[in-house]
């Protein structure tokens, strides 16, 4: 156990910089959250139902993580900051997965009371940027990354980065992208949101423009100074 606690703490400590020891890991509001959802989820496989909802609604209290008991999760989950974040019941997550604040995991049309997997599915290493909100039974596959404030409503493929509401793929790949992926906004100065792609076009479209239309004035004052001398002289021999 001790040595699982010590693992995990390491895993936290590789993805983010900021702590100086493992001791200063264990004041981090997710890793209480994590670890009072996994009391949480016993208690509510053993059917003691109104306990784990005690727990869960503790957590919430302590860390303003909103973790389902019936919420399944791997291996090395990393909530950083945290606050904000809520996971529904039927979601599950996987190993070495890393979530950002005000992230939610939410199921689809709370309204009709039908039960079964409403939630999404994390596969093993994905990143979940803050404010993204991932809705439905969808998969998130493997080593996939969603930007801030994406919304996703449809499976994930493995590597892809996802961004825009709805989101869409970049169509590159996170193994390429995973330096320049940044949790708090994704950048899309050289590869194009697609949320935004037609008004990234016509900047550039104007840019180009603007270019050419301060050649074609300089050419215009080159050629002018060139012939005012000429004009100057035939005034003269007039």
């Known amino acids: 156990m001790f040595n699982g606690l010590v693992a995990?703490?390491?895993s936290i400590k590789a993805r983010?910089?900021?702590p100086r020891s493992r001791w200063e890991i264990l004041l981090y509001p997710g890793l209480?959250?994590?670890?009072?959802?996994?009391i949480a989820h016993w208690l509510f496989e053993a059917e003691l139902f109104?306990?784990?909802?005690?727990?869960?609604?503790?957590?919430r209290w302590l860390t303003g993580i909103d973790i389902h008991p019936g919420a399944t999760i791997g291996r090395h989950l990393f909530i950083d900051h945290g606050f904000g974040v809520v996971i529904g019941e039927t979601a599950e997550i996987g190993d070495n997965v890393s979530i950002y604040?005000?992230?939610?995991?939410?199921?689809?049309?709370?309204?009709?009371?039908?039960?079964?997997?409403?939630?999404?599915?994390?596969?093993?290493?994905?990143?979940?940027?803050?404010g993204a909100q991932i809705l439905g039974p969808v998969i998130v596959n493997e080593r996939a990354r969603i930007g801030a404030n994406a919304v996703v409503t449809k499976d994930v493929p493995e590597?892809?980065?996802?961004?825009?509401?709805?989101?869409r793929s970049t169509l590159v790949d996170a193994a390429e992208y995973a330096?320049?992926?940044?949790?708090?906004?994704?950048p899309?100065?050289?590869?194009?949101?697609?949320?935004?792609?037609?008004?990234?076009?016509?900047q550039c479209q104007l840019e180009q423009m603007q270019k050419q239309l301060a050649a074609l004035i300089a050419e215009r004052d080159a050629t002018d100074d060139d012939e005012a001398p000429r004009r100057k002289g035939s005034r003269n021999r007039a």
Do not use: W
């Open 179 to 186: 330096r320049e992926f940044v949790p708090y906004g994704t």
């Open 188 to 202: 899309c100065s050289e590869i194009f949101d697609p949320a935004t792609q037609k008004v990234e076009i016509l």
């Open 101 to 130: 604040q005000d992230v939610t995991l939410g199921g689809t049309d709370p309204a009709n009371g039908v039960g079964g997997k409403r939630h999404p599915t994390l596969c093993d290493d994905v990143i979940v940027g803050s």
């Open 16 to 18: 983010d910089p900021a």
């Open 159 to 167: 590597g892809a980065v996802m961004v825009g509401i709805p989101a």
């Open 50 to 59: 109104f306990l784990a909802r005690f727990v869960n609604h503790l957590a």
């Open 8 to 10: 995990y703490l390491d």
């Open 32 to 38: 209480l959250a994590v670890g009072m959802h996994r």
